[in-house]
């Protein structure tokens, strides 16, 4: 959780920075600032939550949990 939350102040530097430079209004940036780190942090936890779940599925069959073994207990 630390890292996201440095990630997120990190990111709310950089957006506030480029709109300001952009706009010169520190309204806007402010505006901008609070809004684009959080949606990218959301959007940054799924995006590793589908990550590991596809390199799950790309992993060798021996290291893949089974569940074979229950049909072979009767």
């Known amino acids: 959780m630390l890292k996201t939350v440095t990630f997120t102040l990190m990111h709310f530097c950089i957006a506030f920075g480029v709109t300001y430079a952009l706009t010169g209004s520190i ?6 600032a609070a809004i684009e780190p959080l949606c990218n942090s959301v959007g940054f936890y799924y995006h590793e939550k ?3 779940r ?3 599925r790309s992993a060798p069959a021996e290291v893949r949990p089974t569940h074979a ?3 072979h207990q009767a």
């Open 69 to 71: 073994w229950l049909h």
């Open 54 to 56: 596809i390199e799950g």
């Open 27 to 32: 309204a806007a940036s402010g505006l901008v």
């Open 50 to 52: 589908i990550w590991k």
